[in-house]
């Protein structure tokens, strides 16, 4: 909850924060949901497992890591 005068601040830093990370990580994230909209939730939870999956195998995911663990900024890939 924000407050109305505050939303399209918070609205920016979201938006900030989102566009630092992974592009092919945000990518999988909202094709995984117009995905596994229309399924019992068994299905989507299975589908979602093996999405995760992949993406933490990504080139992207082992970047990310990386990065943190060196306390540096991540370089994604422009995918």
Request: glycine content about 14%.
């Given at each position: 909850m924000v407050p109305g005068d505050g939303l399209l601040?918070?609205?920016l830093e979201v938006t900030q924060a989102m566009l630092a990370n992974s592009w092919q990580a945000i990518n999988n994230g909202r094709e995984l949901y117009e995905l596994s909209?229309?399924?019992d939730i068994a299905q989507a939870?299975?589908?979602g497992n093996a999405w995760g999956k992949a993406t933490l195998a990504s080139a992207d995911s082992h970047?990310?890591?990386a990065a943190y663990a060196q306390k540096r900024v991540?370089?994604?890939g422009q995918d």
């Open positions: 601040s918070r609205a909209t229309g399924m939870l299975a589908v970047e990310g890591i991540a370089e994604f």
